[in-house]
């Protein structure tokens, strides 16, 4: 799978997609594209909605309000909320949070949890 002097690694990403097309369908032109940059790609699968890693901040579709995830299971992701309040969100219900780059570590040094940006 590689070569000398080199790793796998895994990049998780977001795209938006034609509401015809599928999360597989997307995970085929994301790696079509990574091939074409010369990257030799190992998997790719499609998940719909927005897979989140634990640390990072998202919005919820219900409240547009930020929050952070802690943990990510098959489908769903366990949030928490500035006062401490704990979620489980469908990953279709959530989206990445736009304001997570100019806002890095805020939200997380509020609840108390480890920063890992959201990009």
Do not use: I, K, Y
Not at 4 to 9: A, C, K
Not at 10 to 38: C, F, K, N, Q, R
């Amino acid at each position: 799978m590689t070569g000398p002097g080199e790793r796998l690694v895994t990049v998780v990403l977001t795209v938006a997609v034609p509401a015809e097309a599928g999360a597989e369908d997307a995970a085929g032109l994301v790696a079509d594209a990574a091939v074409s940059t010369a990257l030799q790609v190992v998997s790719a699968a499609g998940v719909e909605g927005h897979l989140p890693v634990p640390g990072s901040t998202v919005l919820r579709r219900a409240d547009g309000m930020p929050w952070l995830v802690q943990a990510v299971t098959e489908g769903s992701a366990t949030l928490t909320d500035f006062s401490g309040t704990w979620v489980q969100a469908r990953l279709t219900r959530l989206a990445p949070d736009p304001l997570a780059a100019s806002s890095e570590g805020a939200l997380a040094a509020v609840l108390g949890g480890e920063w890992a940006p959201n990009c």
